[in-house]
């Protein structure tokens, strides 16, 4: 028997889910998403996406925990009861047939009248531009065209989620920016729920109203992009989205609005958020909103620090700058054009700034561990 949750409740809620398949396993998972919604999630390799996404469909079974989808349980459903659809990077299309029969697939399960399906199948093919490819066998399409069609075969039956797992991981660049922007407006169009693991930010970006991040079985962070990459909630995520810059520091007093912080015995930062926890803290810097000068100035950014640059290292059109200032390492990034007008070398003093938003206080919690 199927049961209800709290009035008004999420589209998709998981409370409390924990499966364990010794090698990969969910740990407590939740996880909430409104209908029509894009999430994506995104983690180390290892740390529970895929599983989360094959438990959600059905094909395990949960431990511990709910899965709740408009209101109803379907923990116990079987997968062909959830109207769930999933999709993998390696496409799993049927190659005895062409590619009309594997778009109409699971489609033919709902109907049989010939044309609505011939109707439905050119209509979805034509949003995917593979509708000159139907009579085709999927051994001749590209890796692009394998994936649209294995997109088109799920989306197709009309699922009341879509999940998809590294879709794009096995195209190009070019291609994968190409089908991003071409799924986004067919699940639009369709107005589909969708959760999509990935590990590139891009996807994130591009597609995601909400983005989690797991770690060893645990969803860490869960919110709006901007969110999670600017105010990550402990120091895994920091690092994981971006931030480079994590030290230990511990608040000292409130100055206004600002925050002073200690991060060494003669480090002081400022920063603009606050925090419940009056002691040891982390804090976290973006290094691109490091800015470098050979000498002060006169601003509006309240941290002005004099260090050491300690390592330079070229990664492609950016140059990473190590600055030593006491015991800790800053980093920053500029352009090769940027360091040698600053004329940049190891062993020279140089002056770094950046703004007290910009300065993220993550709260330290038990939890939460590295």
């Known amino acids: ?22 090698e990969f396993y969910l740990d407590n998972v ?12 995104i983690g180390p390799t290892g740390s529970g996406k895929s599983v989360l996404l094959e438990t959600i469909a059905g094909f395990y ?6 899965i709740f989808l408009e209101g109803k349980e379907i923990t116990e459903l079987n997968p062909e009861n959830r109207g769930i659809s999933i999709v993998y990077q390696d496409y799993v299309l049927f190659p005895h047939m062409n590619i009309f029969e594997n778009i109409s697939y699971g489609l033919k399960k709902k109907t049989k009248d010939e044309e609505i399906i011939k109707s439905k199948v050119l209509k979805m093919a034509k949003l ?3 509708d000159h490819l139907l009579h085709r066998n999927p051994d001749t399409l590209s ?28 195209v190009d660049v070019s291609t994968h920016a190409y089908l991003t922007k071409l799924i986004k407006n067919v699940i ?5 729920t969708c959760i999509h693991v990935t590990h590139n930010f891009n996807d994130v970006w591009n597609l995601a109203d909400k983005v989690a991040v797991m770690k060893e079985g645990k969803i860490l962070q869960q919110d709006i992009p901007t969110e999670v990459f600017s105010k990550p909630s402990h120091n895994f995520v920091a690092d994981f989205v ?25 480090l002081i930062v400022y920063s603009s958020d606050s925090s419940e926890d009056s002691g040891k803290i982390l804090v976290g810097i973006r290094p691109e909103n490091v800015i470098f000068s050979n000498e002060t100035f006169v601003s509006s950014v309240q941290n002005q620090i004099k260090g050491v640059v300690n390592e330079i290292v070229k990664v492609g059109p950016i140059v990473w700058i190590e600055v030593k200032i006491g015991q800790i390492n800053f980093k920053g990034i500029l352009t090769p054009n940027s360091c040698e007008k600053l004329k940049i070398k190891k062993g020279k003093n140089i002056y770094l700034s950046f703004k007290s938003v910009n300065v993220k206080i993550i709260d330290k919690k038990e939890f939460y561990t590295p």
């Open 1 to 22: 028997m199927q049961t209800k949750i709290q009035d008004d409740p999420m589209f998709l809620e998981v409370q409390n889910l924990s499966v364990d398949l010794k």
């Open 30 to 41: 939740n996880l909430s998403l409104d209908k029509n919604s894009y999430m994506v999630i």
């Open 61 to 66: 079974r949960a431990e511990k925990g709910k």
């Open 128 to 130: 995917l531009k593979i």
């Open 143 to 170: 890796g692009g065209e394998k994936q649209r069609t294995a997109i088109a075969r799920s989306l197709i039956v009309e699922p009341r989620i879509l999940l998809m797992d590294e879709p794009f991981s096995a």
């Open 188 to 192: 639009a169009d369709y107005e589909t």
């Open 242 to 266: 971006g931030i480079h810059n994590i030290f230990e520091g511990e608040i000292i007093e409130k100055e206004g609005s600002l925050t002073k912080i200690k991060l060494d015995s003669d």
